[in-house]
């Protein structure tokens, strides 16, 4: 997804290559050192925190396989922590995400900020298993935790003006010194509707555990049906608003990357969409379904609309 210099671009479908090598590093070291420390550390690498228990299993969970933890956590795209998919796991290890407090602010009845112990008790925790399609034609398979963004929302009360939601993730050029390619604070959108529907994940979680700095602690996003670059990691902000939000990848090249962004194998304002690769495997092969697969469910968020101009 890089753009901003010609020199750094690649249009990388993939680069199993760093997938191999740690999951090598990961296997060859787990004989020893790590089975012994398995309890106590997860493939992240840090002290495991304490389990998320009791989650609600989801009806909205695919039966396909689900990707190795390993992978998912070492395969990153989080550009506050650097471009290349194997730098946040290196950067964000010491990234403090307590205390923490998400704003939800703008045209609601009952602005509020909220701790993350708030967050976590707000409503039931679930585990989600969705599939994850990026924009750059890799895939995965996440059991993620947390409950529908509406619950939220449903809190605070938009008020009539309210149509899009706008959101914030933290930045800080001092925490984050690899931060690149972008500009920041990395900001998204949704219409109010895409964001009050089910499917919206307001994420804490991932393989029953807190999310790990590097896939968005301690609050993300997780929209499965649009290109990854929406679910938005590290939230701080969220600002019910009038008017559509500016977003980061769209401020950075609108050609590509529009302000939908549902994924679309018929649409390719950048590169062929047809096809992914489901992780591990490193070459397409996987034919990427409109709207990720979730068309049953939120085909008729677009009825009417020109999929192709507002991609
Ligand atoms: N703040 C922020 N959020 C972000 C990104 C980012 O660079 N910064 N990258 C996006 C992209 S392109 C993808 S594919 C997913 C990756 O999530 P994962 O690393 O947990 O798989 O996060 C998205 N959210
Ligand atoms: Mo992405």
Not at 8 to 24: A, G, M
Not at 96 to 113: I, L
Not at 257 to 271: I, T
């Amino acid at each position: 997804m890089l753009i901003k210099k010609a020199a750094d671009f690649r249009y990388s479908e993939i680069t199993p290559k760093s997938v191999y090598l740690n999951r090598r590093k990961f296997l060859a070291a787990a004989p020893a050192a790590l089975l012994a420390a398995r309890e106590a550390f997860s493939p992240s690498g840090r002290a495991a925190a304490a389990s998320l228990g009791g989650l609600a299993k989801s009806p909205f969970s695919t039966t396909e396989p689900v990707t190795s933890e390993q992978i998912v956590t070492h395969y990153n795209n989080f550009y506050e922590f650097g471009t290349s998919k194997d730098e946040p796991v290196k950067y964000a290890q010491n990234f403090k995400t307590s205390p923490w407090t998400v704003s939800v602010e703008g045209d609601v009845e009952k602005p509020r900020k909220l701790s993350m112990d708030e967050i976590l008790k707000l409503a039931p925790l679930e585990e989600r298993i969705y599939r994850h399609r990026c924009v750059e034609a890799w895939s995965i398979v996440v059991p993620w935790v947390g409950y529908s963004l509406s619950a939220l929302l449903n809190q605070v009360k938009p008020t009539p003006k309210a149509k899009y939601v706008a959101f914030e993730s933290f930045f800080s050029s001092k925490e984050m010194p690899h931060a690149d390619g972008i500009p920041f604070p990395y900001v998204e959108g949704l219409r109010l509707d895409e964001a009050m529907h089910p499917l919206a994940m307001l994420c804490v979680g991932m393989y029953g555990d807190p999310l790990p700095p590097q896939d968005g602690a301690p609050v993300r996003m997780v929209l499965p049906w649009k290109y990854g670059f929406k679910s938005i990691k590290s939230l701080i902000r969220i600002k019910l608003v009038g008017g559509q939000p500016p977003t980061t990848w769209n401020i950075a090249a609108p050609s590509y990357y529009g302000f939908y962004s549902n994924v679309n194998p018929n649409v390719a304002p950048q590169h062929d969409q047809r096809m992914e690769a489901r992780l591990p495997y490193p070459f397409r092969n996987h034919p990427t379904l409109m709207f990720n697969g979730y068309g049953d469910q939120v085909a008729s968020l677009y009825a009417g609309m020109d999929l192709k101009k507002n991609y």
